[in-house]
Each structure stands twice: as structure tokens, then as C-alpha cells.
């Protein structure tokens, strides 16, 4: 449906896309007039992370490689006087949403320029939001000094990502393109950059599944999570994302595993009411209810399929809804906590949405 009163805003990314674009990194230090990068990691890609910094002719002022899930707090304090000790003057954060996350905390704290080379679809990379964690309590905030500057996408640093990850990886970024089209401030730009993420993902995750070594269907995933994740950073998210920020926040559910489980149910809960801004999803994934669409294709490419199977007690299916249903994002179905729990327990025993 055309949509007659909007209003838009995107944020100033520069953004170098392609095989081998990791290379062009020193310029992109010299671009931003840097000369002392302090290079993140997690503690796996502390190899990478090195040999990057080895790569930047003296621009790197250090290395630091422990980056967590979730962004707790202390590892950003520690990273931020790591980065006042050794003077750096910018950061690179080579790896998925938590280096993307620790970075965009040490910017929030020190206003140091941020260049991101993402390893994962997450997308954290192309906004303004920041997740962190403190004595096990999520929060969120969002603030334009959170926003990295520059982005490298090399479609080369994800091929090494285990398919299994990429599977439930892509889904994280599906859900974000999935919400953006019932968003309350969507607009015309962000739903097409839903559709044509969305469309990505369909048309090359099964080519990396077949191939993980594909460059080709490696940088067709890479673009459809840049395009997610912008569109993640205009619009506002409702139900699904609510269920996985409970489910990780309050029962330590992986992330990406929670949104690849979570988003056909949460798609088909919504599909109930605004059936006509979900017609894309049946465009593209094929079938006539959005949330069955999106559940054939998780099943077809082998995503994980109940909540039960990530480590969720049933008996905490009564406490999930009661927390999903408190303080409730906007969402364009009212949030009935009888539905919700009914929607929790299907996805539990991962059966179809109903
Ligand atoms: P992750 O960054 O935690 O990565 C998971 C593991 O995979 C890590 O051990 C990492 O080192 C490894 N890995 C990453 N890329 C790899 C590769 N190419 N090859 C081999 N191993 C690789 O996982 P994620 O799903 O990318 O990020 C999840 C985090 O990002 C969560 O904390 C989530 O809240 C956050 N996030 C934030 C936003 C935002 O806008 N603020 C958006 C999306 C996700």
C-alpha cells in the first residue's frame, strides 16, 4: 500500500563494499585523519585482530581482544583505558555484533571515530543504538556518537563463519527487515531496503549453505545485512524483537539462535492485523501468510526451530510472557498476554505458527 505522510532520516555512513575491501583499511585511518587505530576483537578472532593491526604500516596503537556478548560493561571500561594509554586517536572493530558493540561503547564514552568491518549479518554496524550490560541488566541507548562513521564489507572474512551461524546470523537480520515493514515511522526508503534485504537472503543464503567458499552468495548475504541493518537504524522494532530481548536478557538465550526461532511466530501474530504490509514477505518466500512463508524457509535452510531446543524451560514460558507483555514496544497488534503465551509454547515445541 502507498503510504501518504512519512518522514525519513539516514544517518552519514561511508560505507566500501567488496572482496578484499579490508585492505583498503589504512586509507580509511588516513581518510578520517587518524593515525593511531586501537583494533578490537573477541578473544576467537585475536589472530585476525593482530594480523590487521600488523597490516596498518604503524597506524595500529594496539590490539585489544576481548570483546563479549552482550557488551558487558566492565570489558568496555577496561578497552576505553587501554585506548587513553596507548593515545589512540580511532578504533577498528573487526568481528559480529559484540566487537561492533564494544566499539560503538568506547566511541559513546570517548567520541572516537569508528571504523567497522563486520564478520557476521548482524548489522549493529549501521546504527546509532548501543546494548550493554551491567550486573546482568540489559539496556539500551541510542546516541549519534554511537554511530560508526565508516564501514568495510569483505564478504572474504565471511566465509570462515560455521553455516550454522550463518543461518541463524542471516534470520537475526531478516527479523530486522521483517519489523521494519509494520514499523509506526516506517517510510517508502526503509520498506524498500526491507524488501530488497529480505530478497538478498533469499536469493543467496541457500547458495552459501551449498558453498560456504562462495564470494559471489557470501557478498549477496553481506549486502542484504547491510541493508537490514539500516534500515534497523531508522525504524523502530516491535513484538519480535521484544520476545528475543526477553528471552536473552532475562533467560540467556543466544541471540541469533532466539531470532531465527522467535520470527516466523512473531511475523505470524502480526500477520493477523496488518496482512497487507506483510504481502512482501509472501512475494518473496512464496505461501499466502507471512509467518508460514518465513517458517518454510528457516526449515528449508535448517535454522533452528523451538525454543525448547536453545535451552528454554517450559516453565519459564508463563514468566516469559508475563515479561513480554510488560512495557510492550509498539507493536501493530495489541499485545494479549493469552495469545502471547500461546505463541511462546508453539515456538517452544517448534511447531508451526499458528
Ligand atoms: P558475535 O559477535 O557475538 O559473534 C559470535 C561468535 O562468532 C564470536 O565468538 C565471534 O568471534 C565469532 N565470529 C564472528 N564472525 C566470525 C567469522 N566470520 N568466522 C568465524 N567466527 C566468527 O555474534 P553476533 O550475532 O554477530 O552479534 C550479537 C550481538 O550483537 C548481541 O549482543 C546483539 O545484542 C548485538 N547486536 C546489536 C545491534 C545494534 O544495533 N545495537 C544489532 C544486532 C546485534
Known sequence: PFQSQFEAQSAAVRVRFGAGVRHRIEEEIDRLGCIRALVLSTPPQADSAMDMAAS???????????????????????????????????????????????????????????????????????????????????????????????????????????????????????????????????????????????????????????????????????????LCGTVLGQVGMALHHKLCHTLGGSFDLPHAETHAVVLPHAIAYNARAVADLLQPICDIFGGTNAGQSLHTFANTVGAPMALKDLGLEEGDLDRTADLAVSKPYPNPRPVERDAIRTLLQVAWAGDPPV
Open 56 to 226: 596498518l604500516n604503524g597506524k595500529a596503537a594496539g590490539v585489544f581482544t576481548k570483546a563479549a556478548m552482550h557488551t558487558p560493561v566492565d570489558v568496555t571500561a577496561e578497552a576505553v583505558a587501554h585506548a587513553t594509554s596507548v593515545d589512540a586517536d580511532c578504533l577498528v572493530a573487526l568481528g559480529g555484533g559484540s566487537t561492533t558493540g564494544l566499539g560503538k561503547a568506547v566511541a559513546y564514552r570517548t567520541d572516537l571515530p569508528q571504523i567497522v568491518i563486520p564478520t557476521t549479518y548482524a548489522g549493529s554496524e549501521a546504527t546509532a543504538i548501543l546494548g550493554q550490560t551491567e550486573d546482568g541488566v540489559k539496556t539500551t541507548v541510542t546516541d549519534p556518537k554511537i554511530q560508526p562513521e565508516v564501514i568495510l564489507y569483505d564478504p572474504e572474512l565471511v566465509v570462515t563463519l560455521p553455516v550454522a551461524m550463518t543461518v541463524t546470523s542471516a534470520l537475526n537480520a531478516m527479523a530486522h527487515a521483517a519489523e521494519a515493514l509494520y514499523a509506526v515511522n516506517r517510510n517508502p526508503v526503509s520498506t524498500m531496503l526491507a524488501i530488497e534485504g529480505l530478497s538478498a537472503f533469499k536469493r543467496a543464503l541457500p547458495k552459501v549453505i551449498d558453498n560456504p567458499q562462495d564470494i559471489e552468495a557470501r557478498g549477496e548475504t553481506l549486502y542484504g545485512a547491510w
